[in-house]
């Protein structure tokens, strides 16, 4: 169950929640679902507006993504 | 850095002591991009021009592409123009106008960062905090609303191509990413697709098919694509995804086919949640559900929504949506020569 906690000025924590994906690798063979693998999240937005999303597993590597908006929808078609 | 018509990613792999260096360069992405912008327009110019060339103009499938996209999403829709832009719109390009982009749009409050992996938290507040909090809010110009409306009609376009085979594509708007129907035109897609695959042998004239669901942020396409054998007609491909569909009609997808399509997906997700590529996979898929959903922690209600597609649902949602008014039909027809470059669309 996500909670969202307000935690200070311009930052909401979504804390502790735990994300139970229900996943299926047996489901084929089998009707009840096997829920792997788990994954800590905390969300929340800085002040000047980035969302933040922390996500623990237990892995040697780490993935840092950053999601940009694509120009498509901005782009006026000089060339035309 | 990976794009779509949505968004571009931009994502580092690392081991994870080594984080803090990956948020210092994503910082500077964001935060400070102008010399690079400035510095780099006309090199990055290039390289754009020639990817475009290597991907869309000299390789046909992608140009048609191309041409399917622009008739289902009418002028205006930002999905009508292709991703990389024309070649007139890439040579036109001045670095102002990469600057214009950064300052207007790549800014903080249209930006998700994904930290996933073996990470202290507390730590990661503190390195958060250390390079992107000081980054400034900017007031951002009214985003586009992208128009609804989708073309009335069947729409036919012809494209001849050097080569012995003809091939035939039909392809339908279907609902945005996550949207109602968004599960039903995937777990379709593979319905279909897996009853073209189980019968190949009854279609002789059919060399390849596949059905697939595409679902962004304003829209998704649903294609069905087939290659005729050699010596097949565009016509001859035609009439049996013609049949295909009316099929579909005569005989709806059934409890066991729709099961099927349902442990397939979840299934294909577990695998591609696998290795280093699958803490990817798992980044992405968190940034998806915070962008379009709100809270990155969907991921059982991302699984649950396809449970939850009764059979009732996929037979309406298939009724409604395979009409011959709705799609856009693509015919390839093989020709010898000169007039293949002349006829693409």
New interface residues.
Partial sequence: MVSVLPLHAGRLLTGGTVLGFALYPLALFASAPAALPQVDIEQYQLGNGLTVVLAHVDTPLAVVALRSPQAAFARRGRGR | MT??????????????A??EA??WL?SS??GYPDPLLHGAHYWQQTLVAEERTEQVDDVPANQRNSGVMAALFPDGH??H?P?L?????????LPT?SVA?AT????????????????D?VA??AL??RY??P???VLLPK??V?PKEAPSGEQVLRSFDVGSTAAVRFAWRTPACFADGDAESHLLAAILDARLERHAEQRPGVVWSSVSNSAFENGGVFTLSLVGREGASSADVQAIAEAQIEELRTRPPTSEELEWAE?RR??G??QR?DG?AG??T???A??DY??FLG???R??WD??RYRAVTVFRIQTFAAALLRPERRVVLLVEPTAGHEAQASAP
Avoid: S
């Avoid at chain 2, 018509?5 to 994502?11: A, K, M, S």
């Avoid at chain 2, 832009?85 to 390009?93: C, E, F, Q, V």
């Avoid at chain 2, 409050?109 to 930290?115: C, P, R």
């Fill in positions: 794009t779509t018509p949505d968004r571009t990613d931009y994502i580092q792999v690392l081991p994870a080594n984080v990956a948020l994503t992405n964001l930002p999905y123009r991703v832009g024309t070649a007139d719109d890439l040579a036109a390009t106008d982009f207007n749009w790549h800014q903080p409050q249209e930006a998700i960062l994904v930290v996933l992996g073996d990470v938290k990661m507040h958060v905090e992107f909090a980054l400034p809010a985003r586009p992208a442990r979840e299934t997700r577990l949640f280093a803490l990817v798992w980044a992405t968190l940034r915070r962008f809270n990155a922690d991921a059982a699984l649950a």
